[in-house]
Structure formats: structure tokens, C-alpha cells
Nanobody, 126 residues
């Protein structure tokens, strides 16, 4: 499975961005997807995830109330809508995926995922 992440950029604090993660897999609608982010020198951390066929979602505390993950199965794409961006949201954002063995299960660990996109950089300025 190949993932193409895009949508990052340079924005001011308080602005919004929508990241996209498009997959090459035709059965992507059954795959679980996660978004992670990484700052140089730090571990890659979980941001948000969506399960396979039932599209259950889960968020890191830092993302709750500001970020929203969704999927468009017709486009083989998962989105991460990020609102009210803060300076501390600055990072490279990665999407990852794996077969969703259970339609409602949300995977939040980076080692749960098998396939990773190349990352898209988000910079939030003051």
C-alpha cells in the first residue's frame, strides 16, 4: 500500500489546515488509518486515528476539540482537519495504515501500522 500525504504548510496560530492521505489500495475503506507527528529529536507521537469499515475515531488529548479525522472512501482518502492551530502543532505529520481486522477497532500505537506515507510539514507561526 502506498500513501501520499499532502496539505501541510506555513500558517499563523489560530488558522486551519486540512491534511490529506490518499492510498493506492482499492480496499482502503476497510483499512485503519492513523495520523502521527514528529518534531526533530522527539519520538513520533499519535495524533488521531480512524478505524476501518465502521470509521470509529480516537484523538490524542492535544488534538481533541481542534482536530477531526474523516475518510472519503470513494476517493481512497483520509483527512485530518486541524483548526485553531497552535505553535506546538508544528511538526512533520505522517499518515499510516494497516488492514482493519475489526471494523470498529482504532489503532493508536505507531507500531500497530504497517504502511507509512512520506510526511507533510506543518509550521505554525506566531
Amino acid at each position: 500500500v502506498q500513501l501520499q500525504a499532502c496539505g501541510g504548510g506555513l500558517v499563523q496560530a489560530g488558522a486551519s489546515l486540512r491534511l490529506s492521505c490518499e492510498a493506492s489500495e482499492r480496499t482502503f475503506s476497510t483499512y485503519a488509518v492513523g495520523w502521527f507527528r514528529q518534531v526533530p529529536g522527539n519520538e513520533r507521537e499519535f495524533v488521531a486515528a480512524i478505524s476501518g469499515s465502521e470509521s470509529k475515531t480516537w484523538y490524542a488529548d492535544s488534538a481533541k476539540g481542534r482536530f477531526s479525522i474523516s475518510r472519503d472512501n470513494a476517493r481512497n482518502t483520509v483527512y485530518l482537519q486541524m483548526d485553531s492551530l497552535k505553535l506546538e502543532d508544528t511538526a512533520v505529520y505522517y499518515c499510516a495504515t494497516r488492514p482493519g481486522e475489526r471494523g470498529s477497532y482504532v489503532y493508536t500505537g505507531r507500531y500497530d501500522y504497517e504502511y507509512w506515507g512520506q510526511g507533510t510539514e506543518v509550521t505554525v507561526s506566531s
